[in-house]
């Protein structure tokens, strides 16, 4: 979530502070940046503000006039065509991006508002005092972060950073940034300074990947990163360590599977941003794509692990929004929109945002995504972030579902109808984010007690899915999607796929009803392809029935019709973390 | 949602062996976890039942 010291939301006209933010995910009501009343009908339970690093508060600076910034004839000039307002500001905020993609802010600028600068020092103190003041340990828990926000030659690098800890450890440093001398756009300078964070403040910390859709192929690298750095072990393991999650879902797109890579999987195209890199400058290429998607940067940890020891992707999933409105809207009847720009208007849906190689990424392309459920034994900041340490947690993209996942070796059909699920599943076996435990003599293959409940106000559920990568004795990768519990009277078909479960999307109207589907699904499921001696993961994708998309929404709402090209509803999804499986497990 | 956790957690207290019980307080090692698993005599989540939660939570 991003709130307006981040530049780019600052340029975008988000006016609303971290405090805002902080206000509006717990549940009150709040006036957006253009005016409009906007409140979630169910607040969350937790948050992490994490506004880029480079330049945070310059913009807001700007705005107001601060005699420090005014003092740079560059920034006097930015701040004068901001506040004029039009076309001006317009061509302000053009004007500022390509100076700064062209690395010609005045250096002093860019140091002002880099390490070792006390108005630096100044914004950070107050970005924790804000986690600080909205922090309510059993209600409303605010983990202190920020974004280390690295892009290479436009290819998205970024990481959103999330400290476990309070004021006494946040505050001993910075944030670091990407841009040199003071920062450093290589993840391994930022695992270095992660390191130090932890031996310096004995606190604890870990970042978040995101938009590897974004990247061109560089965010989940097999052999060689793309300045020719070999991946070793000691790559692997500062990975694994400092990186446990991948954000598989956002505003940004879907990172989950791309239909060029998993041609079996008829679900794999879902709310895709697949045209280029972040900021559009290089068309993206299929060979491109096994670097980009969470389920095959699962597979390439297998790859990587069977020939270093060491598995670099061994990540859970998340899902988060992303927005850049200080707004953490994730639900598509109650969309904020990227940007404050792309606050609820009739025209928001129908420009584009910008052009990649000659074709058009398009505004209604944004995607009303995601949350992220943590199995947490308390909402408090160090509850929560243990829960991702250990990977127990699941992404959505937007829907309030629950979902649990075990494996083990021991489970009975009959655990599935326990109303005691979590007891049956910790006490047989490991959670969402575990490697299976040792493999008992004589046990043929691992089962997974699957369950999922529907968001309680939401859609029924279509179908529970295991979706399981392994690696073969030649060091191949390979996947596979099960259908393992379904709604309704269907049966498998001959190809082995399951039928729709259809659609009562009223597309006019902006709603459906819960006429198909079904509440509740689980199952015991067994891996009925299991070898003992490969390496595989197993994670669970749970379907929603169709509902309507945010466009469908709009369209009914400003009496417009939906652009060319959208979906008029999209079946919703949940992702688990991983279980992992290893011949020594 | 807080109080639920609680008291599974003093119940499970009482019940465990008392070998076990000493661990209470500290982070649960998979080491100790393993180690605890192989006679078999109890769970080794015994700990992580004391932590159920009721619900996920979202962010």
Redesign the interface.
């Known amino acids: 979530m991003h709130t307006n010291l981040s530049t780019d939301a600052g340029l975008a006209g988000n006016r609303l502070s971290p405090a805002t933010a902080y206000r509006f995910a717990r549940g009150e009501e709040v006036t957006s940046s253009f005016g409009h009343p906007a409140r979630l009908s169910r607040p969350l339970d937790w948050l992490v503000i994490a506004d880029h690093s480079d330049g945070i508060s310059m913009i807001g600076d700007m705005l107001a006039g601060d005699p420090d910034v005014m003092a740079f004839e560059q920034a006097a000039k930015w701040s004068k065509g901001m506040t004029e307002g039009g076309q001006a500001a317009i061509d302000t905020k053009n004007d500022l991006v390509k100076t700064f993609s062209a690395g010609k802010v005045e250096p002093h600028l860019v140091a002002m508002y880099s390490p070792g600068s006390r108005k630096f020092k100044r914004v950070w103190e107050g970005v924790i005092a804000d986690a600080e003041d909205y922090n309510e340990p059993g209600r409303f828990s605010t983990l202190i972060g920020f974004e280390w926000t690295a892009l290479v030659n436009g290819n998205n690098l970024h990481r959103v950073v999330i400290m476990r800890d309070g004021p006494m450890r946040a505050s001993q440093v910075v944030p670091m940034t990407t841009t040199p001398p003071q920062g450093s756009p290589d993840p391994r300078d930022l695992w270095k300074w992660m390191k130090n964070y932890e031996e310096k403040t004995g606190g604890e910390i870990l970042a978040i990947p995101h938009n590897g859709n974004l990247s061109n192929g560089i965010m989940f690298p097999l052999a060689e990163r793309w300045d020719g750095f070999k991946l070793d072990e000691a790559y692997a393991t500062d990975r694994a360590r400092y990186e446990p999650l991948y954000e598989t879902t956002q505003v940004k797109g879907d990172g989950e599977s791309h239909p060029y890579l998993s041609p079996d999987d008829e679900f794999a195209d879902f709310e895709l941003w697949d045209l280029g890199n972040l900021d559009g400058t290089e068309v993206k290429t299929n060979n491109m794509l096994a670097g980009e998607y969470a389920r095959e940067g699962l597979k390439r940890g297998l790859a990587i692990e069977g020939r270093l020891g060491a598995n670099p992707y061994k990540f859970g999933l998340i899902g988060s929004t992303d927005s850049h409105t200080s707004l953490a809207t994730a639900g598509e009847d109650n969309f904020f929109g990227k940007n404050s720009v792309d606050e609820p208007s009739p025209e928001r849906m129908s420009y584009a945002l910008k052009k990649v190689g000659g074709t058009p990424l398009n505004s209604w392309q944004n995607s009303a995504s995601g949350l992220t459920a943590v199995w947490a034994t308390e909402n408090t900041r160090e509850a929560i972030f243990d829960a991702m340490l250990r990977k127990e947690v699941y992404a959505t993209t937007g829907p309030r579902m629950t979902v649990r996942l075990f494996g083990g070796w021991d489970f009975e059909p009959q655990d599935i109808n326990s109303r005691l699920l979590a007891r049956i599943g910790y006490e047989k076996g490991v959670p969402m984010g575990s490697d299976l435990r040792r493999r008992p003599e004589g046990a043929s293959a691992p089962s997974f007690l699957v369950y999922a409940l529907r968001d309680p106000v939401g859609a029924n559920l279509d179908r529970v899915q295991i979706v399981k990568g392994w690696l073969d004795k030649d060091g191949k990768t390979h996947e596979k999607v099960y259908d393992v519990a379904w709604s309704g009277e269907r049966s498998l078909e001959k190809d082995g796929k399951l039928p729709s479960v259809g659609n009562t999307v009223d597309v006019v109207n902006a709603t459906w009803s819960n006429t198909i589907g079904a509440s509740e699904l689980g199952t015991l499921w067994t891996d009925p392809d299991f070898d003992p001696a490969e390496r595989a993961f197993y994670y669970a994708r749970v379907l929603e029935i169709p509902t309507p998309r945010w466009t469908t929404y709009d369209a009914h709402r400003f009496g417009i019709d939906t652009p060319e090209g959208a979906p008029t509803s999209l079946q919703e999804r949940a992702y688990s973390s991983p279980i992992w499986y290893g011949p020594q497990s | 949602?807080?109080i639920a956790?609680l008291v599974i957690a003093i119940t499970t207290l009482v019940s465990m062996p008392s070998a076990f019980a000493q661990e209470m307080g500290e982070t649960p090692s998979e080491t100790m976890l393993s180690k605890t698993?192989q006679n078999k005599t109890y769970?080794?989540?015994a700990l992580?039942?004391a932590?159920?939660?009721p619900?996920?939570?979202?962010?």
Not at chain 2, 55 to 59: F, K, Q
């Open positions: 949602m807080r956790p698993y769970s080794p989540y992580r039942l932590q159920l939660p619900n996920p939570t979202l962010g």
